[in-house]
Nanobody, 115 residues
Framework: QVQLVESGGGSVQAGGSLKLSCTAS?????????VAWYRQAPGKERELVSS???????TYEDYVKGRFTISLDGAKNTLYLQMNSLKTEDTAVYYCAARAGPIYWGRGTQVTVSS
């Protein structure tokens, strides 16, 4: 059974930082075609934030480029998202996803950024 569990969310003031973690069981992240962070703000569709593919190539959407950093610790089988210079528009539920044949999702962690 595959499980992805996110943690590290919380409330922070604009300009602050948070580091999200996603720990997997039942799959090995470094063997996945892609692992990624998505987010969904209230009333909006889920959107991609950042990803790492099996070759180690990272991608960042324009709205987080230069502020967020994705990383993968293979030994811990954990995906991270370091979020700096947070903005109120970054408020959302953040989800971890892994493509290993099907796409698996975590349940999300809430990030709230206040002005």
């Amino acid at each position: 059974q595959v499980q992805l569990v996110e943690s590290g969310g919380g409330s922070v003031q604009a300009g602050g930082s948070l580091k999200l973690s996603c720990t997997a069981s039942g799959i090995v992240f470094r063997w996945c075609g892609m692992v990624a962070w998505y987010r969904q703000a209230p009333g909006k569709e889920r959107e991609l934030v950042s990803s790492i593919n099996s070759g180690g190539t990272t991608t960042y959407e324009d709205y987080v480029k230069g502020r967020f950093t994705i990383s993968l610790d293979g030994a811990k089988n954990t995906l991270y998202l370091q979020m700096n210079s947070l903005k109120t528009e970054d408020t959302a539920v953040y989800y971890c996803a892994a493509r290993a044949g099907p796409i698996y999702w975590g349940r999300g962690t809430q990030v709230t950024v206040s002005s």
